[in-house]
Structure formats: structure tokens, C-alpha cells
């Protein structure tokens, strides 16, 4: 199925591995052309040069940590000098820090803050503009935890900001509804990332036992019996950001292999 994504531009958040990557090459194959941006400058040129290589499409790498106002302002103006528009912007960034409410000082809790809220508050202020200019409307998708939909023991910091882009993402989309830009969250589950196995080794550290076992237990709460891989919700984010989704705004997708029990 063509998503008719061919030629128009994309940005793809904290894309150097992981959901972002993932997202990023299925976009790439379908056609975009791709900003990614990562905080570590080899680590994006090697993403950037990579999906060049594997799906012929153009790639650009910036170096930008999305926690910093002026990074994104920086990366933004980048996009827009090299494409003049932006259709797409895939919001993503590392979870924040792991542990428990009384683990949390004032500094964790406004570096999630930064990291992961204001990141795309920030980046949906600056790239906005760039899609009402074209008239064409546009696409905004935000990455979150599976922790919008049931809070995850010992991942205090996630669940909050995770429950704030959930409203902050319907609120949205009622605002921009009007000028043809649509606004979706992916709700993902346990994907096979180097973020959710650092989780596995610390669940198992916490625990006294092996890291396997974890997996194993996690991985029989799942129908599917597996963890996702990255383009596996970077499908369902091509999706999204196409035609092929005109009517869909201001929802939820859940992608978990059938984990969450909720009906809603």
C-alpha cells in the first residue's frame, strides 16, 4: 500500500536507535525525507548515513538534545533551510529516570519535565508555523509509554509526564483540528530497545535474579509472547502520519502485542 508519503518531509526525534530509528527507516522507505536528531554526533551521522544506504531516501543527521530550548529552536531552523517545510514530526525522547516517588529529588523531576514534556511542547511551538505555511496541513506524533494507559511500578518520573502529553496530544488536536494538522499519540508496549533492557538488568538487579527471567515473565503477559521491534511501531506511525489516516486525530494507539488489559 502506498501511503502517498513520497517527498514530503519529516522529522524524527532522539532517531540515532531505538522507536525513533524505527520510525525514521519506515518513513525513509516510504519515501520522506528525513531530519533525525540525536545528542551524540557520531551516533547520528552513523543513523543518518545508514538509512541513507538501506533505503536511498534523503537523511539528514543533526546534533540536538531535545531537553535544551535552544537545541531544538537550532534544529528546526536546520529543517527549514534545507526543506522549507515540515508535514511531519514524530515526537520522541529517552525515558527519564527509573525509581520510585521518595527516590526523586527536585532535579529528576524537572529533568523529565525538560526531557520529556517540554521537549515536545517546544518542538510542536517551532514546528507548527512551518506546517501552516504550507496549507497543506500536517502530522504530529507523539511517542509514549504504555504507562498512559496503566502506571508501571518503580517508573514514577514515565507515568507522569506520560499521562501530561496524553492530555497535552487530545488537546492539540482540538486546537489544530481546525487547519487540517492531526495529532496522535502512540501508546507503545515492551519493545526490544536498548532502554527497556537497561530496565530488565536493573528489575533483575533489584530482584537477585537473572535478567532472562524477567524477560520471560514480561514476555508471558504478552499474547503475541514477544517484545515489539522498533518498525514494527514504526508502521503503525507511517500510518498515522499519511493520507491513509485523514480521519484520525486526537487518539491513542495502542501497540503492545496485546499486553494491556484495558478495553479503553
Not at 92 to 117: C, H, Q, R, S, V
Not at 155 to 170: F, T
Not at 231 to 242: H, T, Y
Request: charged residues 25%.
Amino acid at each position: 500500500m502506498d501511503l502517498g508519503l513520497r517527498g514530503k518531509v519529516a522529522m524524527v526525534a532522539a532517531a540515532s536507535q531505538g522507536l525513533g530509528y524505527g520510525a525514521a527507516r519506515v518513513l525513509a522507505q516510504e519515501g520522506a525525507r528525513v531530519a533525525i536528531c540525536s545528542r551524540r554526533a557520531d551516533a547520528i551521522e552513523q543513523a543518518a548515513r545508514r538509512l541513507r544506504e538501506e533505503t536511498g531516501a534523503e537523511v539528514v543527521g543533526s546534533v540536538c538534545d531535545v531537553s535544551r530550548d535552544q537545541d531544538l529552536r537550532r534544529w528546526v531552523q536546520e529543517v527549514e533551510q534545507r526543506f522549507g517545510a515540515v508535514d511531519v514530526l514524530v515526537n520522541n525522547a529517552g525515558g527519564p529516570k527509573a525509581g520510585n516517588f521518595f527516590d526523586m529529588t527536585d532535579e529528576d523531576w524537572y529533568a523529565a519535565i525538560e526531557l520529556n514534556f517540554m521537549s515536545v511542547v517546544r518542538l510542536v511551538r517551532y514546528v507548527v508555523p512551518l506546517m501552516r505555511r504550507t496549507g497543506r496541513g500536517g502530522s504530529i506524533i507523539t511517542i509514549v509509554s504504555y504507562s498512559l494507559k496503566e502506571p508501571i511500578r518503580g517508573l514514577v518520573l514515565s507515568n507522569a509526564m506520560r499521562a501530561a502529553l496524553g492530555g497535552l496530544s487530545k488537546s492539540l488536536a482540538d486546537e489544530l483540528g481546525p487547519e487540517g494538522i492531526r495529532v496522535n499519540a502512540v501508546v507503545q508496549g515492551r519493545f526490544d530497545t536498548e532502554r527497556l533492557r537497561s530496565l530488565d538488568r536493573l528489575r533483575a538487579e533489584r530482584e537477585g535474579v537473572p535478567v532472562e527471567q524477567v524477560v520471560r515473565r514480561y514476555t508471558s503477559l504478552i499474547p503475541l509472547g514477544r517484545y515489539g521491534q522498533a518498525e514494527e511501531l514504526g508502521r503503525v506511525i507511517a500510518f498515522l502520519a499519511s493520507e491513509a489516516a485523514s480521519y484520525v486525530t486526537g487518539a491513542a494507539w495502542v501497540v503492545d502485542g496485546g499486553m494491556l488489559r484495558a478495553l479503553y
